[in-house]
């Protein structure tokens, strides 16, 4: 399975962005999707999921500002991020897993085997 994420870019504080994970090897639907984030010195935090189930789960600051979805048709995975803040400046991973974790589990970046490369996301004040 390889991830490929895109839709990053500079942004101003309140803007908007897009990214997008395409999934290849796989499809989107037998995957339980995520995103994480890492700003730099510090760790890759979670961000979003979407179970396979249709729950999302999203980072309590991002809550009314971030959507995760999935699109089967295009076997891709995406990331809408409104309002955006300094503060979400950070390289964007996309990442899954074919297993069903439970909640507690969903947020560990551990419990994801596939992997993409990151994309910049730069928000200026």
């Known amino acids: 399975v390889q991830l490929q994420a895109s839709g990053g870019g500079l942004v101003q504080t309140g803007g908007s962005l897009r990214l997008s994970c395409a999934a290849s090897?796989?499809?989107?639907?037998?995957?339980?999707p995520a995103w994480f984030r890492q700003a730099p010195g510090r760790e890759r935090e979670f961000v979003a999921a979407?179970?396979?189930?249709?729950?999302?789960l999203i980072l309590d600051s991002g809550k009314g500002r971030f959507t995760i979805s999935r699109d089967n048709a295009k076997n891709t995975v995406s990331l809408q991020m409104n309002n955006l803040r300094p503060e979400d400046t950070a390289v964007y991973y996309c990442?899954?897993?074919?297993?069903?974790?439970?909640?507690?589990?969903?947020?560990?970046?551990?419990?994801?085997?596939?992997w993409g490369q990151g994309t910049l996301v730069t928000v200026s004040s």
């Open positions: 990442a899954a897993t074919p297993r069903n974790l439970i909640l507690s589990q969903t947020r560990v970046k551990e419990e994801y085997e596939y």
């Open positions: 090897g796989r499809t989107v639907s037998s995957l339980n």
């Open positions: 979407l179970r396979r189930t249709g729950t999302t």
